[in-house]
């Protein structure tokens, strides 16, 4: 493979991986913002908004439970047939499962079933989406060039982001423009049924990418597991176990984006914000983390990925007590500036590293597996977190940002410490990922390697 054309295909792999990952996440966190805005009312009426609110918030939480058995099962997939095979069957099963959550009757139209069938096609949604991030994050890891895979990873996560962006985005008219009953009764469907195009968009975009070189010389040894999920439990649980432990990142868009949105907009806790003004919340801070993400993911090739996620990690969880605090005096200026500082700038030092960080910690032929069973049993327990959130501190009760933001702290010290004691990653070579006693290469060689992949992408564009 020539440099220009493996610069031709480190490209394109991280484009894919941006676009499907916003393709899909978009399904993802629609559901998300319209669990905290809307179906409390439509699928979960009761004479109690605490049980409402709680209820609407656990189906949410109903997600993730099916990550860990999606990321079984796609893990898998992924490390037997090959990275792109599984993103094209995630997008699939995400896309079909979100049109369908928007021709679902309501509770007054056909009572107790509509919850139910509201929980199914959330679990269903849970499963696809485990084999996103770890599917993508592997393929560009394994096509991007020594030196450069935390920026090229990054791209998976700002993918992301502008994922949250659309979903918001989708809303943010509907919202502001439509009457409530309308809204209500029918516009909340139509974020829902444009994941038809989602579907489309994401097969065409998939279909075009190539098997990533580290997968094809195991495939081509004969190397590819039959179990890689035994072998990734076998050898490889303590790095797990780690990944679990960080994963527990996931809490800073819970506080931010579920249990935040539910706290200022529910009538019930009083706040009072408006939908469409909290609605920019989330966005104004993905929009800024967009331009974050690839320069953290550049500075992880510089000085490592420990150093980001710590500080990342750390900072983020106090910032959490501000923001609660800010939505509690009803400060929308206040709000979005911590915000923004939270989740769109300090939160993405990890936020933008785990796509690297993760995949290097596991060998070849059980990264995929490792990488989705671990990281989806961290996010799976904080996303039980919303409704935990809404039972200690429900509508009514005191100090609810001191009690939420004390939760949210704790598990970022926790995390932070599982990155203190992995491993370094940057410096070792694709072909050693994965062994806990492989050497990095030296500071100088690095950085000359590093400045000639730089110098390759360079001279592609030319």
């Not at 009457?179 to 139509?190: E, K, V």
Request: charged residues 10%; proline residues 6%; aromatic residues 12%.
């Amino acid at each position: 493979m020539t440099g220009i054309h493996h610069v031709s295909q480190s490209r394109k792999a991280a484009a894919s991986g941006w676009i499907g990952s916003a393709l899909e996440y978009y399904d993802f966190f629609i559901y998300a913002t319209a669990a905290s805005l809307i179906f409390p009312q439509i699928f979960f009426p009761s004479e109690n908004p605490t049980v409402a609110i709680v209820a609407s918030l656990a189906t949410y939480g109903v997600g993730y439970i099916a990550r860990p058995i999606g990321a079984f099962v796609l893990g898998h997939w992924g490390d037997t047939h090959g990275r792109k095979t599984v993103l094209i069957v995630c997008m699939f099963m995400m896309g079909l499962s979100t049109m369908a959550v928007g021709l679902l009757p309501t509770y007054q139209q056909v009572g107790i079933l509509a919850p139910i069938l509201l929980v199914i096609l959330r679990l269903i949604q849970g499963f696809a989406v485990a084999g996103e991030i770890s599917g993508a994050s592997s393929m560009i890891l394994e096509h991007a060039p020594f030196g450069r895979r935390g920026f090229y990873a990054s791209f998976a996560l700002q993918g992301v982001q502008a994922g949250q962006i659309l979903a918001a985005a989708v809303f943010l008219p509907l919202a502001a423009y439509m009457p409530t009953d309308a809204f209500n009764s029918w516009g909340w469907r139509i974020p829902f049924l444009l994941s038809f195009f989602v579907i489309v968009a994401g097969y065409i975009i998939r279909r075009e990418v190539d098997e990533t070189p580290a997968f094809a010389r195991e495939d081509q040894r004969g190397e590819t597991p039959r179990s890689p999920i035994i072998q990734a439990i076998k050898l490889s649980w303590p790095d797990m176990l780690r990944v679990i432990c960080m994963a527990l990142m996931n809490v800073i868009p819970v506080v931010a984006t579920i249990f935040g949105a539910a706290y200022a907009v529910q009538p019930a806790y009083g706040i009072g914000f408006a939908k469409d003004v909290y609605l920019w919340i989330p966005v104004l801070g993905n929009m800024l983390a967009i331009f974050v993400i690839p320069f953290v993911g550049n500075l992880s090739d510089k000085v490592g990925r420990k150093p980001p996620i710590v500080v990342g990690a750390l900072l983020s969880g106090l910032l959490a007590f501000g923001y609660l605090y800010a939505i509690n005096i009803k400060s929308v200026p206040l709000a979005i500036l911590l915000s923004l500082l939270m989740w769109g700038v300090v939160y993405q030092g990890y936020n933008a590293i785990f796509p690297s960080f993760y995949p290097e910690l596991f060998p070849t032929r059980t990264r995929v597996s490792a990488m989705a069973i671990s990281q989806n049993i961290g996010t799976t327990i904080t996303a039980l977190l919303p409704a935990l959130f809404a039972t200690v501190a429900p509508p009514g009760s005191a100090n609810i940002p001191l009690t939420v933001g004390a939760i949210a702290f704790g598990i970022t010290v926790i995390a932070a410490l599982a990155a203190v004691t992995a491993r370094e990653t940057y410096r070792i070579h694709i072909d050693d990922l994965g062994n806990p006693t492989a050497v990095p290469i030296a500071r100088a060689d690095y950085d000359r390697q590093r400045a000639g992949a730089a110098h390759g992408a360079a001279a592609a564009r030319i």
